[in-house]
T-cell receptor, first 113, second 112 residues
Framework: GAVVSQHPSRVICKSGTSVKIECRSL??????MFWYRQFPKKSLMLMAT?????????EQGVEKDKFLINHASLTLSTLTVTSAHPEDSSFYIC?????????FGAGTRLSVL | GENVEQHPSTLSVQEGDSAVIKCTYS??????FPWYKQELGKGPQLIID?????GEKKDQRIAVTLNKTAKHFSLHITETQPEDSAVYFC???????????FGTGTSLTVIP
């Protein structure tokens, strides 16, 4: 149980385009979903926290207009990187939480050319 | 806010030996401490967790200990195997609805 599916696993895009990443909790309903960014050999940096039907709460320094989060249901959250630039290239990881714990997706490697 | 420190940042052990990773936290309100294993190019996977009402928890070759007074908790891996090689993260949280604060990670290498 407690499977979090994240797609795509890897995406390469041109500078200026937008990229959407999906995160689904497959066998449980997530009370809260999180989006993290991870730089090479670094820890996870929390970008935002979202609850179903509510606006996401962004961490300091994270541009909400740049990283759009939609938490449409208890099992689906999406992160859209708008007008991506090379500095947005990174490993993005979603996470979903229920009463038992917090579980992570496999991550999305975004490369912006 | 919570501050979680993790040591060592890198650890190499011979296959069959034990590995110990330690974390300290600052917020006495933290009461949930999970450990995650992250393999290269993948997301973190929960391997074991402990809540503040217990001092130790074991699952086969993996154990976690918690010292609430000293505000530190440790991951113990016995009889290490090459497939244990990965980056391990500790985390602390003050409740199921609150965010996790992650340590900086430990890169474990098990040498065959």
């Amino acid at each position: 149980g407690a499977v979090v599916s994240q797609h795509p696993s890897r995406v390469i895009c041109k500078s200026g385009t937008s990229v959407k990443i999906e995160c689904r909790s497959l066998d449980f309903q997530a009370t809260t979903m999180f989006w993290y960014r991870q730089f090479p050999k670094k820890s996870l940096m929390l970008m935002a926290t979202s609850n179903e039907g509510s606006k996401a709460t962004y961490e300091q320094g994270v541009e909400k207009d740049k990283f759009l989060i939609n938490h449409a249901s208890l099992t689906l959250s999406t992160l859209t990187v708008t007008s991506a630039h090379p500095e947005d290239s990174s490993f993005y990881i979603c996470s979903a939480r229920d009463a038992r714990g917090q579980y992570f997706g496999a991550g999305t490697r975004l490369s912006v050319l | 806010g919570e501050n979680v420190e993790q040591h060592p940042s890198t650890l190499s052990v011979q296959e069959g030996d034990s590995a110990v990773i330690k974390c300290t936290y600052s917020d006495s309100a933290s009461n949930y401490f999970p450990w995650y294993k992250q393999e290269l190019g993948k997301g973190p996977q929960l391997i074991i967790d402990i809540r503040s009402n217990v001092g130790e928890k074991k699952d086969q070759r993996i154990a976690v200990t918690l010292n609430k007074t000293a505000k530190h908790f440790s991951l113990h891996i016995t009889e290490t195997q090459p497939e244990d090689s990965a980056v391990y993260f500790c985390a602390a949280s003050s409740g199921t609805g609150n965010q996790f604060y992650f340590g900086t990670g430990t890169s474990l290498t098990v040498i065959p």
